[in-house]
């Protein structure tokens, strides 16, 4: 026979509640929120009465030998045993055998009032009406009281039911009995499997599984949070606090209170394990709190009590209402305005992660750490970067910080994670695609949305803003924005488009004022534009269809195409909002911060491209002419798609060749010169959006040009000929005379 992890032990329902009590046997507040309706409670007392089977219980042997007490309500004896199964069922009784309140989902405090009627020997769950009901005791805790005469009890009730009916000798012996039936109740017998000291909470888990298949999962949160209750309960109450107060708005007082999520206690200590220990998965944090060396595998208090305040200093971070606002300051910053727009909150906590990390170990500045946290928010939510293995994903990226000890390498390495993630094929290829769905809870969907806010698009046919109608602030009957169909369902069934993934395709939705919304009704796009469209001007409604990545034209076009068309769009509207949050970072100096040695590392991309020589043609010596126009293209190329950097100095491989080889005097000449060919080949008005820095990178020198995007198309005159150019992946391509008009008819003005 194998050997066994558990040992059967007999208890009664007295000495539970007395273990309970005395702190022998652990039970938390809090380690789930208590989820048993009333009339459960209700089951269960009824089923102890008529003599069933309730089930058994399984606990966990602790392990430690320690003299500290569960919580800081003067327990007398230190935990021996955690609930690990009947943890709902151990509650209802010792709640109601003691008479004392249960925490709610809602973190609402609540008696559970189980009422009696000895004559018919029935439980209810007490109301108005039973309170009323002269054949119920309302209150069976009352029974259990420390002080309570069961024979005072029956007298009691007899006289008060005598007051309203007659009561015969046989109901009066009935109605004894029952009420001493009830009151032995606490020598009902239950089984518990007491589950060795020495397994790990890896097996207790699985043991759970295996014989409660019906009950709720246990996690390694569950856990941590148990030992939370036993070594420091305080920290607990802190935690209910805090997600308590975020569920109701205040007025005039601080509170953790607002408007993208109403977090839950294990979420919240996800965020204090991963600021204290800088891990993700919580498969070893609980027997390191426990105080167990994992390689010895013995426990050790002292090490117990130096992780546990880790985890306090972690904690209190977490909770501090003015970090919580800023850190979410962050969130609106990146253009999110609601929890509607939050596809994962793993992505919002573990961004509140990064936050803390970066402002009260790292010390980055609040200005340029808030300015981060946003492009790293974007890029995480429109990738779902941790919505397949998000412990995986989490544990990756935070072990990337954990040798960064200055505020500039932590800036460093989380944009050159969003620079290596967001690639031009993201952009050009994966982000279509990823847009090819119905699904209206799609990151890029929320992202699109948030595009528009940081792009302050107004609403598709009217003069008010995104942003302004997608405060969480505005409450009416119906929303302020409504997605509408662009290509009517019914208008699509006409034409026998009936699947709802075709139908309901996020390129097919638009928002629009609700009044608009019904105008639109189920008339088809040609037919109900007309009268949306006579509202603005030319140069308006094409500055409107860009932001709503409407094609020109689109309400004749072929449904599918449309689709297909909008979607690039859509992707094209999402990277120039992502733009928007990686433009104009400065540090206190007011100087942009520009990581050149990361971007370098990166390689060429849709938006950086390395040149090694400005005018000298490497391979014979002397100026040529080729080189220069290569600048320039690129040059243009940037300032007429997204922007771009141009590094001088840098071979297509990154290796330096140093600004030496172009063979001016100075670095005054080489600028001037660059100068006067933009302002001869490209016009003046094009340096307006470059800003040219002379840089260091392994011992050479670098020229460096960065572009912001043209607000007008840019020319490159080539002899008697202007060409236009356009960036396409990280290459630049040149456009003939009917694509440029295309084009340049299509940027948004």
């Not at 050790?300 to 850190?327: G, M, P």
């Not at 990166?602 to 014979?620: P, Y």
């Not at 040009?705 to 356009?726: A, H, L, M, N, Q």
Request: charged letters at 25%; one cysteine or more; aromatic letters at 10%.
């Amino acid at each position: 026979m194998s050997d066994t992890v558990f040992t059967k032990v007999d208890y009664d329902l007295g000495s539970l509640v007395k273990y309970i009590e005395l702190g022998e046997i652990g039970l938390p507040d809090i380690q789930r929120p208590f989820v048993w309706k009333n009339a459960k409670v209700r089951d269960l007392f009824d089923s102890m009465y008529r003599g069933y089977p309730v089930g058994y219980l399984l606990l966990w042997r602790n392990g430690l030998a320690d003299d500290k007490t569960i919580g800081t309500d003067n327990k007398q004896k230190p935990p021996r045993l955690v609930i690990v199964d009947g943890q709902q069922r151990l509650t209802s009784l010792y709640a109601v055998v003691k008479g004392v309140e249960v925490v709610r989902e809602n973190y609402d405090s609540e008696r559970i009032k189980i009422a009696f009627n000895p004559t018919e020997e029935r439980f209810e769950v007490v109301d108005a009406a039973i309170e009323r009901d002269k054949s119920f005791i309302p209150d069976i805790s009352q029974i259990w009281a420390g002080h309570t005469n069961i024979f005072k009890v029956a007298t009691e009730y007899l006289t008060a039911l005598k007051a309203t009916k007659e009561v015969s000798d046989e109901e009066t012996e009935k109605i004894q009995n029952s009420l001493t039936k009830l009151q032995s109740l606490l020598t009902f017998p239950f089984t518990a499997l007491e589950l060795a000291a020495d397994i790990s909470e890896e097996d207790v888990s699985d043991v759970f599984v295996r014989i409660n298949s019906k009950g709720t999962p246990l996690n390694q949160s569950d856990f941590i949070l148990t030992l939370m209750s036993v070594f420091w309960d305080e920290g607990r109450s802190e935690l209910e606090k805090f997600c308590k107060d975020a569920r109701k708005p205040t007025k005039g007082t601080a509170s953790p209170f607002n408007h993208f999520i109403e977090p839950d206690p294990d979420q919240l200590l996800r965020v204090s394990v991963g600021v204290a220990f800088k891990r993700a998965r919580l498969r070893y944090v609980y027997s390191i709190l426990r105080g167990k060396d994992l390689e010895t595998e013995k426990f050790s208090t002292e090490r117990r009590i130096e992780q546990f305040e880790n985890l306090k200093r972690a904690q209190a971070w977490t909770l501090d209402v003015q970090f919580w606002h800023d850190f979410l300051a962050c969130i609106r910053m990146a253009g999110f305005r609601n929890g509607k727009m939050i596809s994962s909150k793993n992505n919002l906590l573990f961004s509140y992660i990064l936050y803390l990390i970066g402002r009260v170990e790292i010390g980055v500045d609040p200005y340029v750490l808030r300015k981060v946290i946003a492009q790293w928010f974007f890029m995480s939510a429109v990738t779902g970067r941790f919505t397949g293995s998000p412990e995986s994903a989490m544990e990756f990226d935070l072990a990337r910080l954990r040798d960064v000890d200055s505020p500039e390498e932590f800036v460093k390495r989380l944009q050159h994670i969003c620079n290596i993630t967001l690639t031009n094929d993201y952009w050009s290829v994966t982000l279509p695609n990823d847009l090819a769905t119905s699904s209206p809870r799609s990151p890029s969907l929320f992202a699109y949305n948030a595009s528009l806010v940081l792009l302050e698009a107004p609403v598709l046919f009217s003069d008010a803003k995104i942003a302004e109608l997608l405060d969480p602030s505005l409450q009416a009957q119906r929303s302020a924005i409504e997605r509408h169909h662009l290509f009517p369902k019914n208008y699509l069934a006409k034409i026998g488009i009936t699947s709802t993934r075709e139908t309901n395709q996020i390129a097919n939705y638009a928002y629009l004022e609700w009044s608009d919304n019904i105008k639109a009704s189920d008339d088809s796009p040609s037919e109900y534009l007309p009268k949306l469209k006579n509202r603005f001007s030319k140069s308006t409604l094409e500055a409107m269809y860009r932001f709503h990545a409407l094609p020109p034209e689109w309400e004749n076009m072929e449904y599918r195409e449309f689709l297909e068309k909008r979607r690039e769009l859509m992707a094209q509207i999402i990277r120039e909002g992502y733009e928007k949050l990686t433009q104009g970072q400065k540090d206190d100096e007011g100087v942009d911060v520009f990581d050149l040695a990361s971007i370098i590392d990166s390689g060429e991309s849709g938006s950086i491209e390395f040149k090694s020589t400005l005018r000298i043609n490497l391979h014979t010596g002397e100026s040529d002419k080729r080189m220069e126009m290569g600048a320039l293209k690129t040059l243009a190329g940037f300032l007429n798609t997204y922007g771009g950097t141009l590094i001088i100095g840098i071979s297509d491989d990154g290796v330096p060749v140093g600004i030496e080889a172009d063979k001016f005097p100075n670095e005054d000449k080489m600028s001037l010169h660059l100068v006067n060919i933009v302002k001869s080949k490209m016009g003046p008005q094009s340096l307006t959006y470059m800003h040219m820095q002379f840089d260091d990178h392994n011992g050479d020198r670098v020229l460096v040009i960065r572009c912001s995007k043209s607000p007008s198309p840019v020319f490159v005159k080539d002899g008697d000929v202007e060409r236009f150019f356009v960036r396409t992946g990280p290459s630049t391509t040149e456009l003939s005379a009917s694509q440029t008009q295309d084009y340049i008819s299509k940027r948004i003005k």
